[in-house]
């Protein structure tokens, strides 16, 4: 039994001392795991995996890269977890959703900022769509527009939650028409806004630009409108929102890519953000997003760290007295 | 008749208590539109405990047996080595090392065979490392779950 | 009859050997302490990133109904079910292996999941276009309700006092709204950094049901260890065939209310199980023995859990919802293989939604042939000794829990929810009210939060809530359900309690 117990303490400081030896250098010798606020299936996880998958190649990471869904509370559960418990060693990255997580920050209630993570990419913008029932008598913004003015708080708007980018998209829509919507925050994320929807338990539905997509293929939805500065790709016949007359931009836009904690050693930021970016521009990435109706926007690190600053300023203007 | 009375007194108070503050945080805390429904809860919650703790007082509860003596004493070194296992080895000594060895450990010590036949300690030592051996090909072969790796793995 | 067309593809080789491999391979998971369905749908997900359409749908088909009816065998041989669907199959279920009648319990079990299965599937073969239409009738005021119909369970539901079942109920409500809120995005009751997440529902359930086993074996101490190992004698096939005729009335309440509850998004496969197996006792003329060890809590319970598979993908397929979180999984597959659910996946893509439908189908009947299988082989797992027993379900409690999420606060929780409800059994609480309050209060609070907010832009929450068929219906369910346990209760009030040998420790 002694032998036996010196023998493991030997074979463990040895096995120690070879786990330490590994550096910077060759990061990554294992396979990297990244955090989505959000549950399986949904609009995030589902890029995440598709944007993920080459990571193995040699001449993109070398490991492959699995994800970690923590899904709750419209994103906040995770990235808790992230900015407070995730080790700032290269090995855990988050995808970020923007609007979503500065919006909460400035908010309040939540153990994290945007000076809580390092961005390292962007791969997707998802802009928020006004959607109506298939059967609905709104036929376009102004319909819709029209019968909030004359019937201020009754226009029941369905959105994925509080302080994510359909309630941000909503709320620019009120300021804009000078009326007063119904936004309705469901549970259970943009799935079940879109349910309401469809089934006409509300008068209309923001929702991401790739759900809805789908939902109009399936002959469920007409879609009125999109919060953007120009036109998508997807839906070439939807005017955005500013050629309906509402002066919205696109501060909605859900923006997604990947982070890491702060802390996270320099020369690990500088590899991943030269990688990352060649691995969302992997043609094998950008057909299966194509395919799932994801629209792809591939930014680098620089241009999220402006994005994300200028979000920040327009989101605490936006915010201001709510 | 008294002791078996206190038996029931004392979780029937503690739950009591859990109650009030429960209660008190919810009609407390803000916003209201967050606490609207634990409020509702909270006040059914602490009616049912209130008559949980009278049935108790008057000695009315009559379902459970609370715990013996020699029962905390059986299991007192298990719960220490689940507790060291759980919010210690899992995190600090890695998920497989510190597994391993909780494992060992309960088994060792509930094991009936004799502490002092080698044959036995062998025997053990075989039990876990094949039952270890299974964990991590379920784990870490075929579901791929990582784990933390503290020390070791 | 479009369908039957498309059954080639399921008995094509690789189809075929994938269908056998995630049915034999989901039972094994699903039979597993510790692991859920939801996790090993997921956790299959890269795998059919390299696959067609077709096969990734065949086994990701398989995996989902397989582990919901692998989780009866954990749940009957050792009363920690795998997953929120087996905890009323757990009640009786365990009181049958305890009396030796485990391998009678398996059969029942299978054979029932088997039934319902089949019956759900053809549910969606032939009715998917009117269930669809079901599906979007069902709105926020009527889940509210449907959660609080479920609410009224708790006080019946294993346990030998009326209020403490209530209050065990209550704790579990509680439970449920610690963490932030899920619409509001507040925090509350977090009193420790673990708790910012809330309370998950598996590692609630690994810990509510297997720490408290795992104690009440270490409990025991070292001698007489094996005493108390599980006899699990042989039992006919035909012989539990037969049985199962004797229980049709189980049997179809089980599969009814499982193909209703299923369709429901959100709220399907958690609930199915123990309002079957409420309902079903209330109508039985042997009400009685419900929860001493009845077979047909096992079949209703059983029969409801897998009737819901077929419907809970209506909403997936025709509405492009998913209902579930394993639904959200198999979304995510198909989207990958760039098949939009609704009326183009019928249209366009035929082979892919009928291979996969009918595959479902031919793997209900793999599911009994293998599970029946299986489960003598875990029967004789559960033989083993009980120091081993019990350190083995404590290592797969700690990996199961950790797994869900991958975060170790997980298991924090996990035990100590596992200690206190050991604490609070041994005075006569009891666990599966507790985790149907957990279970039900996000979706009764959610859906109230919601509806005040709906009806606050409409009529106000009286014409909201209490107006509309749908809504009279159900309030008239709860009522019902309310004064049928208060009835119940004050008859049965004078005698039970006394004479009560008490739980577990008693032998």
Known sequence: MKKLFKTAVLATAALAVAATGSFAADYPDRPIG???????????????????????????????????????????????????????????????????????????????????????????????????????????????????????????????GLFVGHHIAALQIEKA???????????????????????????????????????????????????????????????????????????????????????TPPEIIEKLAKQVPMMFAHAR????????????????????????ADREEVLKELLKGL | MTSHRMQHVVPGLAIFVLASIVTWLSFTQQPAEAFLFPRVISVVFIILAAWNLIRAVTGMSKVGRGIPVDTLKNLAPGLAVMLLYVFFGAKHLGFYLGSTLAFFAIYSFYDPASWSSVKDWIKRIFVTAAFMAVIYALFAVVLQVHTPRGILF | ????????????????????????????????????????????????????????????????TSTVAGGAVSAILLKIPGAPANIATALDGNEMAKRGEGARALHMSFLSSGVGGVIGILLLIFLTPVLAQWVLKIQTPHVFWIAILGVTVIGSLDSKSFVKGLLSGCIGLWLSTIGYDEIQGTERFIFADALSGGIGIIPALIGLFAIPQVLDMMAKGRVDALVEALEVPKQKLTASLRELTRYVRALSIGTVVGSIIGLIPGVGGQIAGLVAYDQSRKLSPQREKFGTGHPEGVVAAESANNAMVGPSLVPLLTLSIPGSPTAAVLLGGLLIKEIFPGSDIFDNHPEVVWTFINSMLVGQV??????????????????????????????????????????????????????????????????????????????????????MTLAAAQDGPWVYFFTGTLNIFLISLVIASIAYSFWNNMLAGGKTPAAEPAGREAK
Not at chain 1, 117 to 138: C, H, L, Q, R, T
Not at chain 1, 224 to 231: N, T
């Open chain 1, 34 to 160: 990244v955090a989505v606020s959000y549950g399986a299936g949904g609009a995030t996880d589902f890029q995440a995996r598709i944007v993920t998958m080459v990571a193995g190649n040699e001449d993109i990471l070398g490991q492959p890269i699995y994800i970690l869904n923590k899904p709750g509370a419209g994103g906040r559960k995770g990235w808790n977890w992230f900015a407070t418990e995730a080790p700032a060693d290269g090995y855990t990255m988050s995808a970020y959703n923007i609007p979503h997580f500065i919006a909460q920050s400035i908010k309040g209630g939540v153990k994290y900022s945007a000076d809580s993570f390092e961005p390292i990419a962007n791969w997707g913008s998802d802009p928020a769509v006004v959607v109506v029932g298939k059967d609905s008598k709104f036929n376009s913004m102004q319909d819709l527009i029209d019968y909030a003015k004359a019937n201020p708080g009754k226009t029941t708007t369905s959105g994925a």
């Open chain 1, 177 to 263: 028409c000078e009326c007063k919507l119904a936004y309705v925050p469901t549970k259970g994320g943009g799935a079940a806004a879109m349910k309401a929807v469809i089934g006409g338990e509300v008068l209309a539905g923001i929702n991401n630009l790739s759900d809805a997509f789908r939902a109009r293929e399936a002959g469920n939805v007409k879609i009125l409108g999109v919060a953007d500065l120009e036109r998508n790709d997807f839906i070439k016949d939807v005017p955005t929102l500013k050629e309906s007359g509402l002066d919205v931009d696109n501060s909605s836009v859900n923006f997604r890519g990947l982070m890491v904690p702060k802390g």
């Open chain 3, 366 to 451: 793999l599911m009994v042939i293998f599970g029946i299988m299986i489960a003598g082989w875990a029967a004789r797992i559960a033989r083993a000794p009980a120091p081993i027993m019990a350190a083995g379900v404590l290592v797969l409690a700690v990996f199961g829990s950790y797994s869900v999420g991958q975060s170790v606060g997980d298991v924090h929780i996990m035990l100590a929810l596992g200690i206190g409800m050991f604490i609070l059994e041994k005075f006569g609480f009891s666990a599966a009210p507790l985790v149907l309050g957990l279970i039900l209060g996000p979706i009764a609070g959610d859906n109230f939060t919601q509806g």
């Open chain 3, 1 to 64: 009859m479009e369908f039957l067309n498309y059954f080639g593809g399921v008995f094509e080789p690789w189809a075929f050997m994938l269908l056998l491999g995630g049915t034999i391979g989901g039972l094994i998971l699903g039979a597993t302490p510790g692991l859920s369905p939801t996790m090993a749908v997921a956790l299959l997900i890269p795998f059919t990133f390299h696959m067609s359409a077709t096969h990734g749908l065949v086994l990701l088909g398989a995996a989902y």
């Open chain 1, 285 to 308: 990435v950008a057909k299966r997003m194509k395919a799932g109706g994801s629209p792809m926007k591939i930014m680098n690190r620089e241009e999220v760290q402006k994005m994300w």
